[in-house]
Structures are given as C-alpha cells and as structure tokens.
C-alpha cells in the first residue's frame, strides 16, 4: 500500500492548478456567535463541478501516461467523484463511465452525463457497486480511480487544507466529513506535516456511522448500505483512508438527521450558500459539541454544493 507523501500533495497542487478553483473563506458572526467559535468556511461548493472532489479526480486523470488515458477513467460513485472525474476526463478529452447507485440524486447522474460521462446504475450497496463496476473494467480495460482509496485522489484532496492555512492564520482545529474517508485523509497529510498543532476532526451522521465506531474499536467496521439524509458519506473507510484517520485524526463526532438538516438551513439562511447535507455535518457537530470548540479558530471544509432543488431534506 503507498502512502501519498507531501511530495505527492505539492505535486497534485502544480498538476491540477489549471483545471481547479482556489475556493473562497467565508465567515457568518451570527454563526460565530452561537457556536462559541470562530469558524472558516472553505467553500469547495464553489469549486468546479461543485465539488472538492475535482482536485483529486484531476489529479488523477492528468497523471495518467497518454497510453493510459487512452482507455479512458472508470469509478463507482454516490454521485460528487463520478461528476469531478467525468469533468477531469472532459479536460482531458477521454472516456469516463461511472457506476452509481439507482438511488443516487437525478441531479448528480445528470451532471455526470453533462460532462459527457456515461452511467451505469447498480443497487444502493456497496457489494452490489463493486461487483458492477468490476463487469465495467472488464468491459472497458479504463483505469480505475477510486473515490478515496487511492492515493492520486488523497494527494489531489490534500491542496484544499494546503489553500486553508495559507488563507487563515491562526487556526487551533479543521472539521470535514467522513464517508470514505478522502478529504479527511487529504487534511492529515498536508496537517501533519506542514501544521501539526492544528488538531483534525472528522464529522459522521449517526445513521452512517462506521467510522466512528472503526475509531474507538481500532479496526475498519463497514456498513453495507446504511441510511442517511448526507448521501455523500455511506461509504466505508478502506485501508488507505483508515491509515491516516486512525494515526492523525483527533476525534470523530456525530450528528442526528435532524442536527443535519438544521445546520444546512441555518447556512442556507445566514450565509445564503447552498450546500449539501453532506457538508452539514461539521457545523451540526460543533453547534452539538460547543464546550469542545469553545473560544477557538476552526477551518470547516464545506466539501459540496450539488443538491436536488426540487428535493431538499425538509421539503
């Protein structure tokens, strides 16, 4: 297994310079105020594709020899990974198939095939992702690019708390989502080596939480297809992410649905940022764990933007 090193985040960051937006900070006293905390939004809804995940899906895609590219990129996703490597193949000018679940939002499978990516449905689960996207690698021969567990994607994801620490001084902690793990991975790497006393939270839904519970027991416990309003965050650790989540991660926290949904229209309200219920979770975290976050700077990664207007959670 290799571990991405900083070397491979500075290199990510020279690659995919051309192809990605360098997110804005936001901040909300209102919000300040009722957590205790003075918090940084790092707004990768408003990177391209609307989401973080074009970091690592161009990092990995403009990495590949032209023989590679050739056969085109392959991947299994709910939804962000599949449309940010479809957009990172578009640039590219090779083919990419996605494998996602039937459940997964009208509005992420229309953005995959808007940026000329094909889809392949399979069943909400994740045994039943892998084994149809195994039929479509067999078919195609493309390169796979994992969602997480791969470290061209965790080096690409590493730039976004890169970009944070240069746009905000003083920072005591960085919260972001836990599915499977990426992005979280991503802010270890590039923390633990360039800011080690910045402490690195992740933030999971009760409904969804494998990681959590992999933390306090040491060892990867994955659920195969749990229920949750933050459809980004279903997936299970794998040995890569689970590297960096279990040396580097401080704490993981949970939040109900309804925790969830509240931060989402809080944001929506006081920010006016649409974001998804994926990236809810750290805000509902802090607001739900104030005494731990009490006084201090805190970096949350708001890690998407892709949301079904027609289906919001409290409609």
């Avoid at 809804?45 to 989401?51: D, E, I, P, R, S």
């Avoid at 997480?148 to 690409?156: L, Q």
Wanted: neutral net charge; glycine residues 8%; hydrophobic residues 40%.
């Amino acid at each position: 297994m290799y571990i991405p090193t900083l070397a491979d985040m500075s290199a990510a960051e020279e690659r995919i310079r051309p192809h990605i937006h360098r997110t804005p900070v936001l901040t909300s006293s209102f919000i300040n105020a009722l957590a205790g905390a003075e918090l940084f939004f790092k707004c990768e809804n408003f990177q391209k594709a609307g989401a973080f995940k074009a970091r690592g899906a161009s990092n990995a895609v403009f990495g590949l020899s032209d023989a590679q590219a050739a056969k085109g990129v392959a991947t299994h996703s709910s939804g962000n990974h599949g449309t940010c490597l479809s957009y990172a193949a578009g640039r590219r000018g090779i083919p990419c198939t996605v494998v996602m679940p039937r459940t997964a939002p009208q509005a992420k499978k229309d953005a995959v095939r808007g940026y000329g990516g094909k889809v392949v449905e399979c069943e909400p689960s994740t045994s039943s992702r892998e084994a149809v996207f195994a039929e479509v690698v067999a078919e195609t021969g493309a390169e796979f690019v994992h969602p997480y567990n791969d470290p061209r994607v965790i080096a690409g994801q590493a730039t976004c708390s890169k970009e944070l620490i240069g746009q905000v001084d003083g920072l005591d902690a960085v919260i972001a989502p836990i599915g499977g793990g990426g992005m979280v991975s991503g802010t270890c790497l590039t923390l633990s080596n360039l800011a080690p006393h910045i402490r690195v939270y992740a933030a999971e839904p009760e409904q969804a939480d494998d990681a959590y519970r992999s933390f306090r027991a040491g060892h990867i416990i994955a659920d195969d297809a749990p229920n949750t309003v933050a459809d980004g965050l279903k997936v299970p650790l794998k040995e890569l992410t689970w590297h960096f989540v279990r040396n580097h991660v401080t704490d993981i926290l949970t939040a109900s649905e309804e925790e969830i949904v509240d931060a989402m229209k809080l944001v929506w309200k006081r920010m006016k940022m649409v974001m998804e219920p994926s990236s809810a979770v750290p805000l509902a975290t802090i607001l739900k764990n104030r005494d731990l976050f009490a006084g201090k700077r805190v970096g949350i990664i708001i890690t998407g933007g892709n949301v079904d207007l027609d289906k919001l959670p409290w409609q």
